[in-house]
């Protein structure tokens, strides 16, 4: 199906990935609408029961994505219509609250104006901001764009011999969860499961939706990785990580520089550099926010709308309801055939 809202996030190679982290309890409660036996919408949603907190998850956001040749008001009927089976698949399960986004480098996000589409149906806006940067221009124009500090760790590594690979995923896996553990005890914050990489490298890899560069100094050994996720249009950093050494090195700036240059020549035309927090009082985000900012773009919207749940929402309901709902609400949609149904 081909969508202005396409993600990764939103493909069922994905939700593989997230569903075999045991350590996060999900369940899955994706669904669809069909028009005859043609995809028109999917809503890709699981439950995280740690918190009870219903939406995409996996350190990335989606929300629902609805074929591109269905527009205008057709669209937002239907994105109603199937969030009113998100509030009733919420209340069947007793979530506490619902989370939706926009990627911002998505056709949806690069051409909606900075509107939040989930302000119409009932969801509170939380909107963020990412870093992105227009890929078009040539690379001189590019590396102009680079603060001077950026510019002289990238001159900086390269003379102290670092080289910039693209890494085969499922090859260098254990590589990379040691140099992610490594680097986030140093950091002082908890590891995330090896499942969760191991089904990046499984299931991303191989269509180029994960893409993996690594950073190796001069005796071919991984000091760094930065992993890029692809789709469409749209390239997003993803993960990152670096020993000591890499850090020191200004391994960092290299694989960023040359991730963008790779994204560009795989044609890609946006980046995201990923969420930034200009004003935040947290000192690690304020300094990520200063990292990301060093390759040049601008700050785009990144539309997020959330809904919480009052405990009185909270009523097991029976497993048809859902069905039934979004049966009564197709039946609404005029401007679209009759023939449209779901399947849950």
């Known amino acids: 199906m081909n969508s202005p809202d396409g993600w990764p996030f939103a493909l069922s190679s994905w939700r593989r990935v997230i569903l075999a982290v045991a350590e996060w309890k999900l369940e899955d409660h ?11 919408a999917v809503v890709p949603m699981q439950i995280d029961r740690r918190n009870g907190t219903l939406g995409i998850t996996g350190w990335g956001g989606c929300g629902p994505v609805i074929a591109g040749h269905i527009t205008g008001r057709a669209r937002d009927t239907i994105r109603a219509a199937l969030m009113r089976v998100v509030d009733e698949t919420a209340a069947r399960l007793g979530a506490s609250a619902v989370r939706m986004s926009v990627p911002p480098v998505t056709a949806s996000a690069i ?32 590396w102009r764009g680079l603060s001077e500090t950026a510019r002289q760790t990238v001159r900086k590594a390269e003379k ?17 969860y040691r140099i992610h553990q490594e680097n986030y005890l140093r950091t002082g914050v908890t590891p995330h499961p090896k499942s969760y990489f191991h089904g990046i490298a499984q299931e991303m890899a191989d269509a180029a939706y994960s893409v993996l560069w690594a950073a190796l100094d001069q005796n071919g050994d991984a000091i760094a990785f930065h992993n890029d ?17 890499g850090l020191a090195a200004g391994a960092n700036y290299l694989l960023f520089w040359k991730s963008m240059l790779g ?16 004003s935040g009082p947290d000192k690690k985000l304020n300094g990520l926010t200063f990292f990301k900012t060093r390759f040049g773009g601008e700050s785009h919207r990144f539309v997020k709308a959330s809904k919480v749940y009052a405990l009185g929402d909270r009523k097991a309901a029976p497993d048809d309801r859902p069905r039934a709902l979004l049966a009564a609400c197709i039946s609404r949609l005029r401007q679209l055939p009759r023939s449209i149904r779901a399947r849950l």
């Open 160 to 176: 102290g011999g670092i080289t910039i690979v693209q890494a085969n995923w499922p090859e260098m896996l254990d590589c990379y």
């Open 229 to 245: 996720m692809h789709f469409g249009a749209g390239a997003w950093y993803h993960t990152g990580c670096s020993t000591d050494a």
């Open 30 to 40: 994706s669904f669809a609408m069909f028009d005859g036996s043609q995809i028109c």
């Open 263 to 278: 994204a560009k020549a795989s044609g890609r035309r946006w980046y995201d550099c990923g969420e930034i927090f200009p």
């Open 111 to 142: 051409n909606g104006r900075g509107v939040n589409p989930f302000s119409f149906c009932g969801l509170e806006d939380c909107s963020g901001t990412s870093q992105v940067i227009d890929l078009s221009p040539d690379e001189a124009t590019l």
